[in-house]
């Protein structure tokens, strides 16, 4: 979804009138850091993309869909990108946000933590080519953005390295891959 423009922007320079153009905000997609517990500490997903990005190593991502919520989203990328349905899931207090060159455009992207077994298997779909659970350092260095980067630090500290903030959970008992049952 694209806002709509509040007005336009006049600004009076010292020789002239000048209008000024307003870079469009989006926030239609969705970002998923997926983690399984590791001993004493937890493990987190990463996808090797095929199509968008491709070489490069992600997390579960993906465009809101119709009347879908954002975490129903969540959802359901995680089950068509890796197969995987999880046993908890979590909102942050984590937006990315980043410049989008080709569409001149400022994507925002809520940032989501899901929760899955530790014996849970990854079937991928056609968007990537491989998968790699990693520690959360080992992550950060196969991550190509530093926005990522920086995403994975905060998650460790919050999800990993103490229990996550209740206030934060998501209710998914009634749902599978964001339908409701």
């Not at 937006?95 to 077994?117: D, L, R």
């Not at 998968?131 to 500290?157: D, K, N, S």
Request: net charge negative; hydrophobic share 40%.
């Amino acid at each position: 979804m694209i806002l709509p423009k509040l007005s336009k922007v006049f600004v009076v320079t010292q020789f002239r009138e000048v209008t000024v153009a307003e870079i469009p905000v989006r926030s239609s997609l969705v970002f998923l850091f997926v983690l399984r517990a590791a001993g004493a500490g937890h493990q987190v997903l990463l996808l090797k993309r095929t199509q968008t990005l491709a070489g490069e190593w992600s997390q579960v991502s993906g465009r809101i869909e119709g009347e879908e919520k954002a975490w129903e989203t969540a959802l359901r990328e995680l089950k068509e990108e890796a197969g995987l349905e999880a046993e908890r899931l979590f909102a942050t207090d984590i937006c990315e946000t980043y410049y989008g060159v080709t569409q001149n455009v400022i994507n925002i992207a809520p940032v989501f933590v899901a929760f899955v077994s530790e014996t849970a298997e990854v079937a991928l779909n056609f968007e990537h080519s491989a998968y790699h659970w990693a520690g959360f350092e080992e992550a950060g260095e196969m991550v190509p953005y530093g926005g990522q980067r920086r995403t994975l630090r905060q998650i460790e500290e919050e999800f990993s390295r103490r229990s996550p903030c209740r206030h934060f959970e998501i209710d998914i008992s009634k749902t599978t891959a964001g339908k409701t049952r």
